[in-house]
């Protein structure tokens, strides 16, 4: 702190000391320890008495007092306003994601769609999100947050507009594809705009308020597949198609809401920043803000140059290249970790575990989506008080226990599948591998089977593994099961990718466990870190590159999930799964450093030392960096420090 501000702060406590210590002289009744306030500008310390005032004035007490004082200060709901606003496009993000769990199950019978067209749509979404994601860092840059944030809500309302019209599914597949042009620009530009805007110790809980709205449109999104799958044709229409609405209210808003001022200054629009984070900051004073992100801007300037694209200046430099690994890494280990097959893939997950009934899947999908939508409510509370780190490692340490009972769960069941007493011949004469299975379970996993079988109570009795129909899944290609009516008539049931079970329970324990643990950390937290930890000139192209990440990993297994469970079993796909978790519980360990309460300006500082170091150098628990009103400034009190006042 500079000599000047010293005197300032020495200054403002004298005067506030004789303010009031005249105030109480003047007092009628003499009542001693009655609480005085100072004339004039807010007051930085509410004191009992010219004596508490005085002692305050020393070692911790005078810390804490300007803690509460500064924790006074009014945050005006404009900002409140625009992360709203801002997070709809995570809205949208978690519709479009998740209804896609309900819509499949119906699309598969109307559209007669096999794993790899069911697969397609899945992961064609998050197949052009990684491209878009990658291409908004250079519209970020170039055009700012708010152009791309509107471009995204136009690439909503356009795809869903396609989907509801779609007629088969190469149309389908078209319209998922414009879906995830517009996830893409706004997965990496929506943390980074309210990041932007956000004063510094609300920052981690409003980036955090994007994943809400990320999973609250999962959720919505699962009761809306189980209100429309009640309809008797054409209910995925409407499920993929009511994307449109807020993605037009979003739109709408942000014809009206502001710029990023980071981005302003730097791209020297300096007097419309300033009016920007005036409204932004309300009754605080943005002088020392102003300053700081300006100051900021043009030695990073000095520093990189204009010596080639961003990228090639971040990794030749050490502290945004081990930021980037940072960054990535988090994103990575996220995907691995398996939310995305579990989000994607919770209906069908939900059936393969035993539940037989579509609707009842549908159902159990949106229970796992509301409870990911209250955990990570949790996370919005945790963020600011556990920080970043230890949050971030206690969830994914939690996801990989999860992953490890729903991987224990599939065993069981497959411990005890049913065994097929029945070996029909085909009557055509054609080779079939149906016919080789001995068990349920391996009929199963064969993507051109299906077991029909009777129910003696809770018991499967005369069961047969059959080739299914070559136009539906929903019945046999011939025999008992072969005429859907006559077999329910009879008593028969027909399974396709799902064994009859007890223990289908279990798959339902290990997904509410799996977001029990990931909602709060590994949901919201590699979207929190990448907003924060790079400098401004980089900070485009960086959320860029990890989103990109993020969407590759996103695509990879999305794409690969129904054939690793068909080779490598249902429980054998979790079990991978969890060790992806372990190996990224290593990774955070060493890497991730926290970033709570500091200034987005101050973060660069964090990754000087050697990368395996960031995270365990940063464990001192006794640390504040805070920003508190005086006379107009920004005090700045440091690691317990009360010297820095004296």
Known sequence: MSRKASDNVEYTLRSLSNLMGEKRRRQADGSAGSGAAAAGERSLIAAESCSSLNSAASGGELERAARRQFQQDETPGFVYVVSVFSALGGFLFGYDTG??????????????????????????????????ALAGGVLNGLCGRRPCILLASGLFTAGAGVLAAARDKETLLGG?????????????????????????????????INT??????????????????????????????????????????????????????????????RRILSQMRGNQAIDEEYDSIKNNIEEEEKEVGAAGPVICRMLTYPPTRRALIVGC???????????????????TILQMSGVEDDRLAIWLAALTAFINFIFTLVGVWLVERMGRRKLTLGSLTGTAVALIILASGFLLSAQVSPRITLNPTDPSH???????????????????????????????????????????TMKAAWGRCSNETVFKKEGLFWAYNFCPTPYSWTALLGLILYLVFFAPGMGPMPW?????????????????CSSGVNWVFNVLVSLTFLHTAEYLTYY?????????????????YGCLPETKGKKLEEIESLFENRLCTCGMSDSDEGRYIEYIRVKGSNYHLSDNDASDVE
């Open 329 to 347: 890494g988090l994103q990575m280990f996220q995907q691995l970790s398996g939310i995305n097959t579990v989000m994607y893939y919770s209906a």
């Open 176 to 208: 998922r594809v414009v879906v995830g042009l517009g996830i893409g620009v706004a997965s990496m530009t929506v943390p980074v705009y309210i990041a932007e805007v956000a004063p510094p110790h609300l920052r981690g809980r409003l980036v955090t």
């Open 99 to 132: 209804v896609v769990s309900g819509a499949l199950l119906l699309l598969k019978r109307e559209l007669n769609l096999d794993a790899l067209w069911q697969e397609l749509l899945v992961s064609g979404t998050v197949g052009a999100a990684a491209l878009s």
């Open 572 to 588: 054998g796909a979790f079990f991978l799964y969890a060790g992806f978790a372990a190996l990224g519980l290593v990774f955070i």
């Open 212 to 273: 809400l709205f990320i999973t609250g449109g999962q959720f919505f999104a699962s009761v809306v597949d189980g209100l429309f799958s009640y309809l008797a044709k054409d209910g995925w229409r409407y499920m993929l198609g009511l994307s449109a609405v807020p993605a037009v209210i979003q739109f709408l808003g942000f014809l009206f809401l502001p710029e990023s001022p980071r981005w302003l200054i730097q791209k020297g629009q300096t007097q419309r920043a």
């Open 430 to 472: 054609q080779n079939s591998t149906c016919t080789k299975y001995s068990y349920c379970n391996g009929c199963m996993l064969d993507p051109d089977c299906g077991l029909c079988y009777k129910l003696n109570k809770s018991s499967v009795v005369e069961s047969s593994c059959i080739p299914i129909d070559k136009d539906s």
């Open 528 to 544: 929190t870190v990448n907003s924060e930890i790079y400098p401004l000139w980089a900070r485009s192209t960086g959320n860029a």
